[in-house]
């Protein structure tokens, strides 16, 4: 029975945190429109650095995106200050999901952007997304497994971490 509730708990997580990446896709095609990747907002941009290849995929880092996802990362931790609590595997769930938001989000962005759709993401035709693997960027896979891991470890051998109201 308990398996039966974590397993129900954590495909409502998943199809919530899809969700989510669904809206916020919304909202960023309706401030990109068809110049992705910040490339027309009044926004400070760094085109060229070593680290970028590192840490950012090759992309260019704009004061936006740095903006967005740390704005992302608290918004995913929010749960976790209103609730007053913090373990290693509550930590471990925020991170997964907030993996599988950027994957779905991004994703959602080109099929709901007029401008692009799925087919110019598959087709690699997307100047920001450098480095595909199976006709998805390679940070979509890397989000998809680490955040898979991630939320398998959080729930594995879990007791009833969440109190009833």
């Known amino acids: 029975m308990r398996h039966d509730k974590h397993a129900l708990h954590a495909f409502c997580l998943a199809g919530y945190t899809i969700l989510l990446g669904f809206f916020f896709s919304m909202v960023e095609v309706q401030i990109e429109g068809s110049q992705g990747w910040a490339a027309s907002l009044p926004t400070w941009r760094i085109e060229h650095h070593p680290l970028l290849s590192i840490l ?69 035709e997307v100047i920001w997304h450098k480095h595909m693997i199976l006709f998805l960027p390679h940070d979509y896979w890397l989000f998809l497994i680490l955040g898979s891991l991630l939320l398998y470890w959080s729930f594995r051998g879990q007791k009833n971490i969440c109190t009833p109201c």
């Open 56 to 124: 950012w995929g090759g992309r260019p880092i704009t004061g936006y995106h740095v903006w967005v996802f740390s704005f992302m990362a608290f918004v995913f931790h929010f749960p976790l200050f209103v609730l007053g609590t913090w373990s290693l595997r509550f930590e471990a769930r925020v991170l997964g999901c907030l993996m599988f938001f950027w994957v779905f989000e991004d994703f959602f962005w080109f099929v709901f952007n007029p401008a692009y759709g799925a087919a110019k993401l598959f087709h690699g």
